[in-house]
């Protein structure tokens, strides 16, 4: 697991650095994750990037943290904005969200509030993997 050894002082300089991932969720479909992490202190990083998908896009900042003593277990806490495009998976096309997500080992969730009149709050639900 890559948090497997984030603690420790032989975690690759790419993984303390980056943030990286793979996911499939809504509204963004198949997506990628790319990003820089600023590691802080005890497990804990700063991290900000994008994430881009098959349905739309995300830019992202928030933190990432190591949750247990061992290292064996992750997870983040993200502001974002969502622009999503044609057909996006639960939300509405053509339309820019901003809110929060939260991230726990392969698990993420998060509550988006559209931009404008006419659109409601929607939920992103995704599973995959990213650190």
Same mark, same amino acid.
């Given at each position: 697991m890559l948090a497997g050894h984030a603690i420790g002082a032989d975690m690759p300089l790419v993984l303390q650095y980056s943030t990286l991932g793979v996911w499939a969720q809504a509204p963004l479909g198949l997506s990628a994750r790319l990003g820089v992490a600023l590691p802080y202190k005890n497990g804990l990083s700063w991290v900000a990037g994008g994430e881009f998908g098959s349905k739309g896009s995300k830019q992202f900042v928030g933190?990432?943290?190591?949750?247990?003593?061992?290292?064996?277990?992750?997870?983040?806490? *993200?502001?974002?904005?969502? +622009?999503?495009? +044609? *057909?996006?998976?639960?939300?509405? #096309?053509?339309?820019?969200?901003? /809110?929060? *997500?939260?991230?726990? #080992?392969?698990?993420? #969730? /998060?509550?988006?509030?559209?931009?404008? #009149?006419?659109?409601?709050?929607?939920?992103?639900?995704?599973?995959?993997?990213?650190?």
């Open positions: 933190w990432r943290s190591d949750f247990t003593p061992s290292g064996y277990g992750w997870g983040t806490f *993200e502001l974002a904005r969502w +622009q999503t495009r +044609q *057909e996006p998976l639960l939300s509405d #096309a053509h339309t820019t969200y901003y /809110g929060g *997500e939260a991230q726990i #080992a392969f698990l993420r #969730a /998060g509550l988006m509030f559209p931009q404008g #009149a006419f659109h409601h709050p929607k939920l992103t639900l995704g599973i995959g993997v990213s650190y």
